[in-house]
Nanobody
Framework: VQLQASGGGLVQAGGSLRLSCTAS????????MGWFRQAPGKEREFVTS????????VYADSVKGRFTISRDNTKNTLYLQMNSLKPDDTAVYYC?????????????????WGQGTLVTVSS
């Protein structure tokens, strides 16, 4: 089972990026999925999560209104659209699949993790 995150890069403040996370080895259509991030010198933090069917989602206050999570279960792929990026959004972004079907904010509720993709936002 593998989660492969991609789409990170260098962007100026105010810009946009779209991250993707493709799962292989098994289907995650019945699992909630999420994005976490870890900035240099900081602990990993929750960003957003979406339930198995899509639609219902939850966001960290710091990204609410700027980031949008979505999924395509036919492609076993998770997305994170990031708009109005700020330097504080600089981090390695990780996708994860939960053992539960509804959206989850705690990293302990996730049992599959991708390798991370680096997002750097310059001021």
């Amino acid at each position: 089972v593998q989660l492969q995150a991609s789409g990170g890069g260098l962007v100026q403040a105010g810009g946009s990026l779209r991250l993707s996370c493709t799962a292989s080895g098994r289907m995650f259509s019945n699992n909630a999925m999420g994005w976490f991030r870890q900035a240099p010198g900081k602990e990993r933090e929750f960003v957003t999560s979406i339930r198995w069917r899509g639609g219902n989602s939850v966001y960290a206050d710091s990204v609410k209104g700027r980031f949008t999570i979505s999924r395509d279960n036919t492609k076993n792929t998770l997305y994170l659209q990031m708009n109005s990026l700020k330097p504080d959004d600089t981090a390695v972004y990780y996708c994860a699949a939960s053992r539960y079907s509804t959206e989850r904010t705690s990293s302990s509720d996730y049992n599959y993790w991708g390798q991370g993709t680096l997002v750097t936002v310059s001021s």
